[in-house]
């Protein structure tokens, strides 16, 4: 039989089953608090390994965010440049466009002046030749002149009107004076006092006309 109880030098005996089950105890209080502490470090683990997995997506990121950045900026100076260089193109173009025009304007008539330069040489021709001339032969060389005039205008559209005996057009005419209608229909035209010409067909110069009017006679 185990000894129960054990006297230390003259104190109170002690119950040695009792000290047995205190030390049990204790045993098994430490044993808890180690397992909860080991579970408290396991949970700072689990929470740091949280934290870098954070830290790492939050890198990541940033570091896409960086790329796009760059990758726009590249875009835009390349649609800059882009645009720059469309935008000279374009002045170019308008250069050449304003010369073309200026060109025209100078020398857009030269093949009409080239015709018109053999009717002033036949016309001084002429008139140089007008001494001594028979009348005959001077109304012979201005029907000439003037037929060769006419097939230069004519050659190059420009068409002169003959509104003799047609109606009166605001477009074409111009109304200078009134006349007795004489073998016209009355409200027509009577008399050009000035021919017009049409380039093309459109009017270039309105013909100054005569409109015949009934009189008390008629």
Do not use: W
Request: glycine share 6%.
């Amino acid at each position: 039989m185990a000894v129960r109880f054990v006297s230390v030098r003259g104190k109170k005996s002690i119950d040695i089953r009792r000290l047995s089950l205190r030390l049990n105890n204790s045993s098994s209080h430490i044993g808890f608090f180690s397992t909860a502490a080991e579970q408290r470090s396991r949970g700072d683990d689990c929470r740091n390994d949280d934290g870098d997995d954070d830290r790492n997506h939050s890198v990541t990121h940033v570091r896409m965010l960086e790329m796009r950045a760059h990758k726009l900026e590249q875009q835009v100076q390349d649609l800059t440049e882009r645009y720059k260089r469309a935008l000279a193109d374009s002045d170019n173009v308008r250069r050449r466009t304003q010369k073309f025009v200026e060109d025209a304007k100078l020398f857009g008539i030269q093949s009409f002046c080239r015709d018109l330069v053999e009717v002033a040489d036949l016309l001084e021709q002429t008139t140089g030749d007008m001494e001594g001339v028979e009348t005959v032969n001077l109304t012979q060389s201005l029907a000439q002149i003037q037929g060769r005039l006419q097939e230069v205008f004519t050659k190059h559209g420009l068409e002169k009107m003959s509104p003799v005996g047609s109606t009166y057009d605001p477009y074409d005419h111009e109304i200078v004076f009134h006349t007795a209608a004489e073998g016209v229909e009355p409200g027509t035209i009577a008399v050009v006092k000035q021919d017009g010409y049409k380039l093309h067909g459109r009017t270039i110069r309105h013909a100054h006309v005569g409109i015949a009017v009934k009189t008390q006679e008629s």
